[in-house]
């Protein structure tokens, strides 16, 4: 062999035992397939699609979905994947909600305004509020088809006058499965099948029950949840999005019948994110009220489950950053990061920050926000 020859095989041969020493590191620090999952949720709408006040007929910074959307875009650029979702109470409370139920029946031609703004911000799912009964089943029926995106709940269910046994029909689909491509921290595609079941706290029986009596009934949170999350494993489902319109804690006349709370919600197996509504909250903040025990403030877990509550009208995104680890055959949530982002606050109790409107949902508002207008004047 010659000489240069000789001095040519070294170089290759440390080079290939150099890049299998490269390979392996390079394989030991990637690890199992990853996945981080941007979960995001609105609740409480309660028909506040833009920036305005109809109570007292001003423009206002404080709330509406318009600016709630310009978080939702930007938290969809920071993240390669996310889901949003809706906790419910957007059919009554303000004057469009009420303008579009003076001006049913609603069909296909004729969506609900709220949905008009919902649709094009395209939500994958939502659950039912008790306000959505407040016009009645039949109104309610009607403005959800108008949704884009499917509606879960799951303890709701048609009254037959027997008490509540495993073979009642539920009022909803209790929950669908979303089968959603992902781009892991490697770059390679995968398919995390995402769960997501809702429920609605069995008050709304109470509170709307010229509607409820004889027609539906309403079963408690935690029992409904530990039927269902073991059925939605065997259908697929890799991880579990709870969508829970109810508050951290029972509402009042609630308590004497446990586990219809967030806190409850929490210690059912199979949960890894619950998004929560209806007390129109935030969580997680550095207040009093929330520093129990099994809650963690800094991550946002509530018994070890990541949970978010954004406000209401839209004055707040909530977010649930999940990172999710393929092992032993199977996505496993391994921490999870629990925030809120406001549309405005005020910074040394003088500066404001205002996050601005988007101009899309604003543009397709326009004429029901008048028509509401011209409804409100002219009422009585
Ligand atoms: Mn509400
Ligand atoms: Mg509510």
Redesign the pocket.
């Known amino acids: 062999m010659k000489k240069g020859m000789k001095k040519y095989t070294i170089t290759l041969l440390s080079f290939i035992a150099l890049l299998l020493v490269w390979n392996q590191t390079e394989a030991e620090v990637s690890g199992p397939p990853t996945i981080h999952l941007r979960v995001m949720e609105t609740t409480?709408l309660?028909g506040n699609m833009i920036g305005y006040d109809y109570e007292d007929r001003r423009k206002t910074v404080e709330f509406g979905l318009s600016r709630t959307a310009s978080l939702i875009k930007q938290a969809r650029n920071e993240s390669p994947n996310s889901l949003l979702f809706d906790n419910g109470?957007i059919l009554e409370g303000n004057g469009l909600d009420e303008y579009a139920y003076r001006s049913h029946p609603l069909d296909m031609a004729n969506v609900h305004p709220v949905f008009k703004a919902m649709n094009t911000l395209l939500y994958d799912a939502a659950t039912a509020?008790n306000?959505e009964f407040n016009y009645g089943i039949d109104f309610m029926e009607e403005s959800l088809r108008g949704a884009n995106f499917p509606y879960v709940n799951a303890n709701i269910y048609v009254e037959d006058g027997n008490q509540l046994e495993e073979d009642d029909l539920n009022y909803f689909n209790p929950y669908t499965i979303i089968e959603k491509e992902v781009t892991d921290t490697a770059g390679e595609k995968q398919k995390l099948n995402v769960g997501v079941i809702g429920f609605i706290t069995p008050i709304v029986a109470e509170w709307n029950k010229e509607y409820f009596r004889g027609n539906l009934k309403v079963k408690n949170i935690k029992e409904t949840a530990e039927h269902f999350i073991p059925i939605m494993k065997s259908k697929g489902a890799d991880i579990i999005v709870a969508l829970a319109h109810t508050g951290l804690q029972s509402d009042k006349g609630l308590e004497e019948k446990k586990g219809n709370s967030v806190q409850a919600l929490s210690k059912v197996q199979g949960i890894d994110a619950i998004l929560f509504?209806?007390s129109?909250s935030v969580f997680p903040v550095k207040d009093e009220l929330q520093k129990v025990p099994g809650i963690d403030l800094k991550t946002g877990t509530i018994n070890g489950t990541a949970a978010v509550q954004a406000g209401?009208w839209g004055n707040h995104l909530g977010l649930i950053d999940l990172k999710i680890v393929f092992q032993g055959g199977e996505w496993k949530v391994k921490s999870s990061l629990s925030t809120i982002r406001p549309v405005y606050r005020t910074i040394k109790s003088k500066k404001k920050e205002v996050i601005p409107a988007d101009p899309l949902i604003e543009q397709i508002m326009k004429k029901d926000h008048q028509d509401a207008l011209d409804f409100l004047k002219h009422k009585k």
């Open positions: 409480d309660h109470d509020g306000h509504g209806h129109h209401y």
